[in-house]
Each structure stands twice: as C-alpha cells, then as structure tokens.
Antibody, heavy 118, light 112 residues
Framework: QVQLQQWGAGLLKPSETLSLTCAFY????????WSWIRQTPGKGLEWIGE???????NYNPSLQSRATVSVDTSKNHFSLELRSVLAADTGVYYC????????????WGQGTLVSVSS | DIVMTQTPLSSPVSLGQSASISCRSS???????????LNWLHQRPGQPPRLLIY???NRFSGVPDRFSGSGAGTDFTLKISRVEAEDVGFYYC?????????FGQGTKVEIK
C-alpha cells in the first residue's frame, strides 16, 4: 500500500510561487500516474495536472500557464509549482497516485492548506 | 471541459435505508477504447477523498458491497444500501475520460 506524504509553504502573498512536494513510499513507479488536485471554496475539487510513469505530463488548461509538475524518481518525490498565485488559489492541495490504464486515483496525500493573502 | 452535475446536493437518510446519487455529464464519457472512466469518491470532513467505485461499477479494494455504481454514456448512479453512520460526508463523481478531468459539485449525505 503506497503512502503519500506532502509538504510545502501554507501562507503566501499574491504573486508569489506555491511550491509543494509529495513523497511516495511503497509500490512501483511504473504503471502509475501522479497527480495534483486542489479543493477551493470557489470551484470545489479541481484537477491541476499529472505526470505519467512514461514521463508524459498533462495540465488543466486553466492553470497550464502557471503550473509545473515534475518528478524525481531517485528521491521518490513529485512536485507542484504554481506561479503568480492569487487569492482564488486559496484551498487545500492534494497529491495523489493513480493506476495507469484504468485511470482511477487510489491513494491521496493528507492535503496541504494553502492560504493566499496580502 | 466536461461538466459533471450531481443531484441531489443534499441527501438526508435514515440509518439502514438506501441513498441514491445521480451524476450527469455534459458529454459521453465513453473513451475511444470502449471504457467509461467514471469514478465515485467519498470525503469525510478534514480528510482527503477516497475512491469507492471506478469505471462506473467496479468497487475499489476494501469498499463494502453496500456501495454500487451503474449507468452508461452520460448518466450514472451511486447507490448506498443500508446506510451506516460512517457513510456520512460528501460524495463526488469524477470523470477521467477527457482532459481536464472534472468533478461533480458534491452531494452531502447525512443521517436524519
């Protein structure tokens, strides 16, 4: 059973960069995809983007210009950067792992509350 | 983007009774490989969502058989039989057929 442990700064000012990292323990890297999802008061659950085990990356077009998802398999880490944050980016950010080819998320991180305020 | 619309938004239910949640997508969720990537998630307050059902009707590991999913195309249903106290919280449908993946707005299940 994989475990996901995430961390990152929780208080940001507008225009700063959100940076979160998720470590995964247990289970193979191959055959999986690694996602970032957020839950905001304004939009509810929103898929941000994912990186697939073969290196392919997909983003939500609404966030693509500001988001970067990356993975470091040597450290069993994957990361999210969201640039130029706004108050509307306030919410809980989750890392998640899913099964490639059946496209369901089977493990979630504990969530990081991110607050953007001047 | 595919819009996922859930009804009802709130579902008070007595212990031991059944609850049913509907999810409708703005376009067909059948992928070119013939599969339909429609999932159901459950979220308790302060916790991340957890997977209940994937590909319309497949129960995830450890999910009680009180939970069942059905549907096709654009119309899907989650049924909870014999509701227990631990079933309270929000339920979300989610489509993974087309990027960007999208979620329903959530249905709150509570005990009356």
């Amino acid at each position: 059973q994989v475990q996901l442990q995430q961390w990152g700064a929780g208080l940001l000012k507008p225009s700063e960069t959100l940076s979160l990292t998720c470590a995964f323990y247990g289970g193979p890297f191959s055959g999986r995809f690694w996602s970032w999802i957020r839950q905001t008061p304004g939009k509810g659950l929103e898929w941000i983007g994912e990186i697939v085990h073969d290196g392919n990356i997909n983003y939500n077009p609404s966030l693509q210009s500001r988001a970067t998802v990356s993975v470091d398999t040597s450290k069993n880490h994957f990361s999210l950067e969201l640039r130029s944050v706004l108050a509307a980016d306030t919410g809980v950010y989750y890392c998640a792992r899913g099964m490639y080819a059946s496209w369901h998320i089977d493990s979630w991180g504990q969530g990081t509350l991110v607050s953007v305020s001047s | 983007d595919i819009v996922m619309t859930q009804t009802p938004l709130s579902s008070p239910v007595s212990l031991g009774q059944s609850a049913s949640i509907s999810c409708r997508s703005s376009q067909s969720l059948v992928y070119r490989d013939g599969n339909t990537y429609l999932n159901w998630l459950h979220q308790r307050p302060g916790q991340p969502p957890r997977l209940l059902i994937y590909k319309i009707s497949n129960r995830f590991s450890g999910v009680p058989d009180r939970f069942s999913g059905s549907g096709a195309g654009t119309d899907f249903t989650l049924k909870i039989s014999r509701v227990e106290a631990e079933d309270v919280g929000f339920y979300y449908c989610m489509q993974a057929t087309q990027f960007p993946w999208t979620f329903g707005q959530g249905t709150k299940v509570e005990i009356k």
